[in-house]
């Protein structure tokens, strides 16, 4: 360990013999006084310097005859000062919104993104033309190399192979359990809270942890706290509304957002059920809504503390033949921040949080005699202490400790109305306690080369009941990336990773329904791991006028479940005795060019993959596909300033079919209908096309009154892409056996109005 030490002082002992002088400070939005992420401050004559962090600090050191220091940020002025006179000084960094003309502005830092990395500001998720002219931060996701989704029109998101339930989901830094409304038809994410979102795929940063395939960390606005601002939007599927400002001055401001959603009556009309080689047919009666709430406080204490709380909730109901017959159901999130920023010295920013997450459901059985209604919840609380120390511009270490608490009730069953022959039954509670400790290094070695690595450890304790002893896992994760910078415009990168997830989703769905169970590790139900390995090369052409990547990966995930063929789940005390473990591996390649600046901006994403799971039991113990293996995903987007006042913005989706078991023959006997079925997932729907289109008028400003027109049709070539394929009897066919397949719209306009003061 000495040696290591050694060796590592003397890559950066060159930047330690010279007289230096330290600033520090945050970077904040001139304009409403938020923190600004991933600005570079650097030294306008040695070059030297550093980017803010998830908070907005930084830390600087220059040389002794730096004069001048400068803050470079991508939509913003480029930022020139004078450093103060003294050796160590605090500077707050302020920096001017422009237009979003990038040829005016030259972005420095050759560092600031790991391999497969993405940022998102809210206008780009905005951009994008989604269903009913409503923006969704995961649809938006969706058009990124290596993420798909698993089934076509919705959000349950897959990357690199992964299922949706392998990503980790914070906003604020709290875990959403269930981030989709409607079946997973929109995101829980209303477009005017959010500030941004990072994706990582790749390289996972330490301080994250608790899921297999990504992160995405979504962050609230922060509230403007110069003036009193409002925003919203009325839509066919949704309206929301926004309302921020400050409660004193440039010290303490407020954001609250509300939005309610009644695609309900767009449902009755678009949900469509056509059977294979047959008309179309219609099923209405669809009770369908949502609501969800943002709401945040950022206080400014001192020019070293910051205090933020945080709170989010949202409820939706869903009732739909289409989908399932006779069943009523609910669910929501709620979560909570409370979060303190606080800067020890120059080099030093410390975050302490805590965060609590509930996430419930419930379904009623309405059939005649078997009126019965299920209902679950979980809970965790984690209180979390992260710091962030900037030992020089070479060498950044990142360190904390995190301690969550998980219960859950994995099902309770009651009557629902007095004539029901229901028994009441309530299963019995799952526990857990998670102590994680962590350690990251970035390390410049010299311009060329930059590694960046550490090791996080987590102890699981899950509790005893009276089916379960308890038990306690031990899991270490190394992981590591290595940099290589032949110029300022050119990275080439290899990064190996270990990732661990102690959370259990037990569905039989691949949208994601009510009855599915969260577990976390037992005596009976070990962690998953997955190993990832990956190699990447980008590069920026023409003046910073193109951004092209390519990145190759390979991941294996070993202790993943699914259900044994016929198991019994239904209010299951021992739900762990129908599982089946075993490992999944997946691999591809992904292709990402994009253009950057002028009046047509977009990005083109190719992902050439392969998934396979091998569960003992299943498939005869022979590899199947996953719902969300595509092999063949090409998207793309862009969008085009026509004039001062219009725009208009497409997205092509071009993307293999979705694996499902269909039958291949059936006969029927004494008037019951039996199937003979493929392989587990052993056919492939036909290709998914989907080409969409929107247009958005801008008029003049008018005393602070900013508005917008969007014109969208969604679904221009009118393709019936399949959302679920299934056997059975269609009541609407006088009972007729067959195969049907659903889809979820076809041609479909919309219109919506944007407003901001």
Not at 121 to 126: F, L, N, R, T, V
Not at 480 to 492: G, S
Request: hydrophobic residues 35%.
């Amino acid at each position: 360990m000495k040696k290591i030490l050694i060796i590592l002082l003397c890559f950066c002992s060159y930047s330690l013999l010279a007289q230096q002088r330290v600033i520090h400070g945050n970077v904040l939005d001139a304009k409403t006084g938020e923190s600004v992420v991933g600005a570079y401050i650097f030294g306008e004559k040695s070059a030297a310097g550093s980017i803010s962090n998830a908070y907005g600090f930084y830390s600087v050191t220059f040389p002794a005859d730096e004069v001048v220091f400068c803050c470079s940020m991508l939509g913003y002025e480029l930022f020139k000062d004078t450093l103060p006179q003294t050796n160590n000084g605090t500077v707050t960094i302020r920096l001017n919104p422009i237009d979003y003309k990038l040829q005016d502005v030259v972005v420095y830092a050759p560092y600031q993104n790991h391999a497969g990395f993405h940022h998102l500001s809210a206008s780009q998720i905005k951009r994008l033309p989604t269903m009913g002219g409503e923006p969704d931060l995961m649809k938006t996701l969706q058009f990124l190399p290596g993420v798909m989704s698993g089934n076509d029109g919705a959000n349950n998101l897959s990357v690199r192979g992964g299922s949706q339930w392998q990503n980790l989901v914070l906003l604020d830094e709290a875990v959403v359990y269930n981030p989709n409304h409607s079946l997973s038809f929109f995101s829980v994410f209303n477009s005017d809270a959010v500030k941004q979102v990072d994706l990582y795929k790749a390289y996972i940063p330490l301080a994250y942890g608790g899921r297999l395939s990504s992160v995405m960390d979504i962050h609230m606005n922060e509230g403007n706290n110069k003036q009193l601002g409002i925003k919203g939007g009325v839509g066919l599927l949704a309206s929301r509304l926004m309302v921020e400002g400050p409660i004193v001055k440039e010290k303490i401001s407020f954001m609250v957002s509300g939005r309610y959603g009644y695609p309900g009556e767009v449902a009755n009309f678009l949900s469509n059920i056509e059977t294979i080689g047959n008309d179309i047919q219609q099923l209405n009666g669809a009770d369908i809504g949502f609501y969800d709430i943002n709401a945040k406080v950022n206080a400014i204490l001192n020019n070293k503390n910051r205090l933020f709380i945080s709170f989010y909730n949202s409820k939706d109901r869903f009732k739909s033949a289409a989908f399932i017959d006779d069943y009523l159901m609910n669910w929501g999130n709620t979560t909570g921040t409370l979060r303190w920023n606080s800067t020890f010295n120059d080099k030093l920013n410390v975050n302490t949080t805590f965060c609590m997450s509930n996430y419930f459901y419930d379904y009623t059985q309405l059939a005649d005699g078997q009126n019965y209604k299920w209902k679950s919840d979980m809970q965790s609380y984690a209180l979390r202490n992260d710091w962030d120390y900037y030992f020089s511009n070479r060498v950044r270490i990142k360190s904390g400790i995190n301690i969550e608490y998980f219960t859950t009730k994995p099902g309770e069953i009651d009557k629902a109305t007095e004539s029901s022959n229901i028994l009441p039954y309530v299963m019995e509670s799952r526990q857990s306690l998670e102590t994680v400790i962590y350690s990251e290094l970035q390390l410049t070695m010299n311009p060329l080369w930059r590694i960046i690595g550490g090791i996080r450890l987590a102890g699981n304790y899950s509790y005893a009941n009276t089916l379960l002893k308890e038990k306690l896992y031990l899991n270490s994760e190394p992981r590591f990336e290595l940099q290589f910078v032949p110029d300022k415009t050119t990275t080439y990168s290899l990064s190996g990773i270990v990732t661990t997830q102690n959370m259990h989703l037990l569905s039989n769905s691949s949208i994601g329904i009510p009855s599915d169970i969260w577990v976390p590790a037992n005596e009976k139900l070990k962690p998953s791991s997955a190993y990832q390995i990956s190699a990447g090369y980008k590069k920026q052409l023409s003046n910073n006028q193109y951004t092209f990547s390519a990145e190759g990966y390979y991941k294996n995930m070993q202790n993943i479940v699914d259900y044994k063929d016929n198991a019994n789940i239904f209010m299951n005390n021992k739900i762990e005795e129908q599982l089946e473990k075993g490992w999944a591996d997946s691999y591809g390649i992904e292709f990402y060019l994009s253009k950057n600046h002028g009046p047509l901006t977009g990005w083109v994403s190719y992902t050439l993959s392969k998934a396979t799971n091998h569960i003992k039991t299943v498939n005869n113990g022979k590899g199947y596909a996953p719902v969300y293996d595509r092999p063949h995903d090409l998207k793309l987007f862009g969008t085009y300033q026509i004039s001062s006042k219009w725009w208009t913005s497409s997205t092509l989706t071009l993307r293999s079919g979705m694996n499902v078991t269909m039958p291949i023959s059936h006969y029927v006997y004494q008037g019951s209908a039996f199937y003979e079925y493929t392989e587990r997932n052993g056919y492939r729907a036909p290709m998914f096309r989907q080409l969409d289109i929107a247009f958005t008028y801008r008029p003049e400003i008018k005393n602070r009154w900013q508005s917008e027109w969007v014109f969208g049709v969604m679904n221009v070539l009118n393709r019936k892409n399949v959302f679920s394929m299934y056997a059975g009897r269609d009541r609407l066919l006088l009972g007729k056996s067959g195969a049907y397949k659903m889809y979820l719209h076809g041609i479909m306009p919309s219109i919506s109005y944007n407003f901001k003061f």
